[in-house]
């Protein structure tokens, strides 16, 4: 056909697009008179799959009396090579380029002569193809068929897809994702399909839709159904509504096909034109299911679909994934493209990171976040059908024969041990503004916790060294877990101070990803109230260590390094590691698989219980039971007292302290199944009894402790409870808080976590023969506590029981008001009376013998006003500072013998 020359609508077109895109929209434009009668949709099948004006277009092109605008037409029908072209036409030699191509055939063996003249052939005498336009079903009575309902649909997403744009002739092939015009959309709306009164007559299901193809009609294209399925992936099957077999050399789409011939006779020329052809139609196929995928997954949020255009593949699949978890209401608010464009490339930047930390993605921890919510709003108890019991554990007594030789066990495998602290939190909800880890433990020598979690670690390696007699393979990992609040400060803590006489290599930190908050029981995702294009996000709690640590491949590099056990403790006790030996111990003698340390809780105490529940199903587990649910769990299953103290005075449920003790072997296994997860929970605060809204956003948590809740009833999971004294005083109050604690119970703040380790070094010294007065009761930030001789040594003058014993001698005696500091290995404590102050530094050649009697006016505890600004934040939120007001400090700096006896 070659009657649309003489058609005015298509004179902007002619010598400008191939004769093949001008007879399928000729094709098109007869149709509008039927289309008209029958008062249908034009289906817009042209335009979707070929980027050439359907029937309903050229309507609207027709009756503003225009003429067919050249962006209309995919620039793949406009130009035969898709680069930018700086050839003149008016200046080509037409006969001499006629003349090459003539010579270039004639070259070539018949097969590929033949395959060139049909091509040519093609383009020259188009209308003697034997190729058809594809067939277009267009007239259905009565019900609409699945095809246009389908249709009808992508109408409507088309209409509100697509903007304006003007493309130039050095753009690339659009095909099924290029930008139509605003008129050429308005069109669209001119042709709305009506239900016909008129036909009546049943209509069947087409067979093609039995193979998974609704759109495609009539019996014929069984066969290429058929022959192209396998092809095809099955996402695409309901989209599209035409298979055709081209044959290359039939002149239609003259795409070369790398068959044997072709290979062997290609020859550079060739290559280019394969990749001219073929390259436009493999990105044309892309972004039609891209575009297809897209149009379906985000037409419920406008503005989004508006936006797509500024994202990369990648990230467009981010946004649909949160439009199909229905997280729609994210880009509610979103303005047209141009607007703040680099701020939604970061909010999918951090959606990238949510989805990327998170075990399963965002889709998981939305569709946990929706069971659990409904649970939490239900009302339903996580324990329902377990009953409560006590626990097989150990229960030790400090200085006692059995303690001393657990302890000993316990040094001995530490060099098979890695520790892993837990640090992710700031000093805020203390009063102090830096990170926990860099708080001092005591102010007596300042101290901060990191550093005495290091030297104790590095002191218990070479015990065990010394165990072993020297045969020492390996240095002891020491892993911190991180969030983005501490990473950065924690490792400046350690860099500035050449990581506390630990090897740099030995350190690892592992930073902690915070999670998206929960707005609502839906578990729409919260959106940060100071910016629009930032999901709120809270920390996951510390349970993420064991995901963190499984996917770095630690654990599997500790297992080949021949380690067994890993330790895991929290970041301001200042006394577990004068617990950890025995515990240890513990779990080596009795092959515990989970070894939790605890301590005699109260009954009440706002720490967890260590508890085995036992289903009537006959599931079992030995797990941590926070105090809020404790009592109500014994109350439900016959302890009509609840959480009640026995006859020690303490609850039978020792109380948890959040330090593990693990097996290594068995923990990879269970992670292996788990990937890392841990039982999390919600914890919504509601608005009212309705449930219904919450007071602020949540998010799922989890912690630590909650491992064993995975593990199999043959698992052999324990405990070790030692003196409250000896193992546990947390500083995670802050001075307010405190003061508001019952008296009698632990204030967990740095008031009582400083006088604590006073207290249980002068306890120690006791139990070796030392004597020790008794302590005197103070109030500093409205909390009584006991104030004890502040004695203080560092780990590598005693890390166990037994190392105090052996440097304790004779007859010694501190009073209340003393100070004793001892920084150096082999200090020998002998026939000593202290009342005052005294320092001992050596180094570790220097053996020392103190004894004599030492008097001075000492270092003195100050009450302060914790509102003092003009003083530190560490001191003031302990209510006290020490006045320096007279010592003696001795300092041994070479080796030898020495012997201090004032």
């Keep these: 056909m070659d009657s649309h020359i003489a058609i005015e609508l298509f004179d902007n077109l002619h010598c400008k697009v191939s004769h093949k895109a001008l007879d399928l929209i000729e094709n098109e434009w007869y149709k509008l008179s039927n289309i008209r009668k029958q008062n249908v949709t034009c289906g817009c099948q042209l335009f979707s799959s070929c980027g050439l004006p359907c029937a309903c277009r050229l309507a609207n092109i027709e009756a503003t009396g225009g003429i067919i605008p050249l962006d209309e037409v995919d620039v793949f029908w406009r130009k035969l090579d898709l680069k930018p072209s700086f050839v ?29 003249l049909s091509r040519i052939a093609g383009v020259v005498f188009p209308s003697k193809s034997n190729k058809k336009a594809p067939m277009v079903q267009e007239d259905t009575r009565g019900r609409p068929t699945l095809k246009k309902q389908q249709q009808g649909k992508q109408d409507v997403a088309r209409n509100s897809s697509f903007t304006g744009s003007q493309q130039t002739k050095c753009d690339h092939a659009r095909h099924n994702s290029y930008i139509a015009s605003q008129e050429s959309i308005q069109a669209s709306s001119v042709f709305q399909h009506r239900r016909s009164t008129k036909g009546k007559g049943k209509q069947t299901q087409d067979d093609n839709a039995h193979l998974g193809f609704p759109l495609i009609t009539g019996k014929d294209a069984v066969n290429n159904i058929k022959c192209f399925k396998d092809s095809i992936p099955s996402l695409f099957y309901p989209y599209i509504s035409h298979i055709q077999d081209v044959n290359p050399d039939d002149g239609e789409f003259p795409i070369p096909t790398p068959n044997a011939l072709w290979n062997l006779h290609r020859n550079d020329d060739a290559a280019k034109w394969e990749n001219i052809y073929n390259d436009p139609v493999d990105n044309a196929i892309n972004k039609l299911a891209n575009a297809q995928i897209n149009d379906l997954s985000t037409s419920s949020s406008p503005n989004l679909q508006k936006n797509l255009s500024i994202f990369s593949p990648d990230e467009a699949e981010l946004a649909k994934m949160l439009i199909e978890m229905e997280q729609g209401h994210l880009f509610e608010d979103w303005p047209d493209p141009g607007v703040d464009d680099d701020e939604k490339i970061s909010f999918i930047a951090q959606v990238a990171l949510l989805n990327s930390s998170y075990p399963g993605g965002l889709t998981s921890y939305i569709k946990t976040a929706r069971e659990l919510l409904a649970d939490s709003k239900a009302g339903k108890n996580p324990f329902d059908g377990f009953k409560p019991s006590v626990p097989s554990g150990e229960i030790l007594t400090f200085g006692d024969e059995n303690f001393i030789k657990y302890e000993e066990a316990g040094v001995k495998q530490v060099q098979n041990a890695a ?260 039982k999390e929970f919600v914890n919504p605060k509601y608005k009212d009894s309705t449930k219904t809204a919450f007071k602020s956003s949540t998010r799922l948590e989890c912690m630590m402790q909650d491992y064993p809740k995975t593990l199999s009833p043959s698992a052999r999971v324990g405990f070790t409870v030692t003196d409250p004294w000896l193992a546990y005083a947390p500083v995670k109050n802050n001075p307010e808080d405190a003061a508001k604690v019952p008296k009698g119970n632990p204030y967990h703040s740095a008031t009582s976590g400083e006088t604590a380790i006073y207290r249980a070094n002068s306890m120690i010294l006791r139990k070796a023969g030392v004597k020790i007065d008794d302590p005197v009761s103070e109030v500093f930030n409205g909390q009584e506590v006991e104030v004890w001789s502040r004695v203080v040594w560092k780990p590598k003058w005693a890390v166990t029981f037994a190392d105090v014993k052996s440097k304790v001698s004779g007859n010694n005696f501190v009073s209340q008001k003393s100070t004793l500091v001892i920084k150096g290995s082999n200090v020998i404590i002998q026939d000593l009376s202290l009342d005052g102050t005294l320092i001992i530094n050596s180094v570790d050649d220097a053996e020392v013998k103190v004894g004599g009697s030492v008097k001075n006016n000492g270092w003195t505890i100050e009450s302060i006003d914790k509102d003092n600004t003009a003083l530190p934040e560490e001191v003031r939120i302990r209510g006290f500072k020490i006045n320096k007001t007279e010592w003696l400090e001795k300092s041994y700096n070479k080796p030898g013998k020495y012997s201090l006896n004032p």
């Design 419 to 678: 520790f892993v602290l837990v640090a992710g939190g700031l000093g805020e909800r203390l009063g102090y503004n830096g990170i926990k880890v860099a708080l001092p433990m005591e102010t007596t020598t300042g101290t901060c916790f990191l550093q005495h979690y290091i030297e104790s670690t590095l002191c218990l390696s070479e015990a065990s060294c010394k165990q072993a007699q020297g045969k020492c393979i390996r240095d002891v990992p020491f892993v911190i877990m991180t969030s983005d609040d501490t990473h950065a400060r924690t490792l400046q803590l350690l860099e500035s101070n050449s990581y506390f006489g630990m090897k740099s290599t030995q350190v690892k930190l592992l930073k902690q990803e915070k999670v998206a908050c929960l707005a609502d029981n839906d578990a729409r995702l919260a959106v940060d109230p100071k910016n629009r294009y930032r999901i709120q996000t809270k920390p996951h709690g510390h349970g993420d260590v064991h995901s963190l640590l499984y996917s770095s491949g630690l654990l599997k590099e500790w297992k080949d390094a021949g380690l067994r056990w890993v330790l895991f403790f929290q970041d301001t006790n200042g006394l577990l590691f004068k617990a950890i030996p025995a515990a240890l111990g513990v779990s080596a003698t009795k092959e515990y698989h989970v070894n939790s340390l605890s301590v005699p809780r109260k009954a009440k105490e706002a720490i967890g219980g260590i508890t085995r529940l036992t289903h009537a199903d006959g599931r079992e587990m030995v797990i941590n039971v926070e105090y809020n649910q404790l009592d109500p769990l014994l109350r439900a299953t016959s302890h009509p007292d609840g959480d009640a103290n026995c006859e020690t005075g303490y609850s039978p449920y020792p109380g948890n302290i959040n330090q593990l003790i693990l097996e290594l072997g068995p923990y990879i296994d269970e992670l292996s199944k788990t990937g890392g997860v841990i």
């Design 88 to 116: 003149d036409d008016e200046h080509v030699d037409v006969d001499k380029v006629l003349a090459q191509v003539r010579n270039k055939i004639m070259s070539q063996p018949d097969q590929v002569k033949r395959s060139m």
